[in-house]
């Protein structure tokens, strides 16, 4: 009598084969770059943030101190009017550092006339009454007149000596590429008021 073999209907595992483990090897790769290069703008946008910030807390400190009204000290006899207020802006300010900062953070002194702490009552820092205190990425200036650190970039520069840029200058990684950041306020001659730039121009932001 004949015996009758049968087959399993299940089906043998098998293993991957070298072409599908090298495709999944390349996928992984690509997700990783794709992850690295994520992390590294997130990290980036997060730094640059700081500089924004800064301007535009410098730019309304500019605003305010040019409103204030200042006038000579003066001793008046009866029967007398004292002159006229004005209205001018803080003339320009020593940039904070004095250096670049390459990839590293720089702790401002707050010790006076050193660092924010340096100007006077028309002049600088102590006249905008602007200072940080936390360190910082990048090197921080205040410039009066036509020119300043994006000056052929900077649509909304000053063109006369009644305006002022703003601006930050860092190398965030280090690699000697320097990103710049502006922002500017022009004095209206016609008003009196000053029309600060209605957003922060910048070159090379992520480097």
């Known amino acids: 009598m004949q015996q009758r073999r049968f087959r399993s209907s299940a089906r043998q595992p098998r293993g991957f084969t070298l072409t599908e483990l090298m495709i999944v090897v390349a996928i992984i790769g690509v997700l990783a770059g794709l992850g690295v290069t994520g992390v590294r703008r997130y990290l980036s946008a997060a730094k640059t943030a700081e500089a924004r910030q800064s301007l535009g807390a410098i ?4 605003v305010m101190a040019y409103e204030r009204n200042e006038g000579a000290s003066q001793t008046l006899t009866p029967g007398t009017s004292s002159s006229t207020t004005t209205h001018s802006l803080c003339t320009s ?21 050193k660092d924010f702490e340096t100007g006077s009552t028309t002049a600088g820092w102590q006249c ?9 990425y990048f090197r921080y200036s205040y410039i009066v007149g036509t020119s300043g650190l994006l ?3 900077n649509p909304a520069r000053p063109t ?10 860092g190398d965030l990684d280090g690699d000697g590429t320097v990103s710049r950041f502006a922002h500017t306020g022009l004095v209206n001659p016609t008003t009196k008021q ?9 070159e090379n932001e992520t480097e």
């Open 93 to 113: 300010a020593t940039a904070v550092p004095t250096t670049v900062p390459k990839g590293v953070k720089y702790q401002p002194n707050a010790a006076q006339g």
């Open 194 to 202: 000053v029309k600060l730039s209605s957003r922060i121009y910048y």
């Open 160 to 169: 006369n000596a009644n305006g002022f840029e703003a601006g930050a200058s």
């Open 128 to 136: 905008l009454k602007f200072s940080v205190n936390q360190p910082v």
């Open 59 to 62: 730019g309304r400190s500019a």
């Open 151 to 153: 000056a052929t970039l």
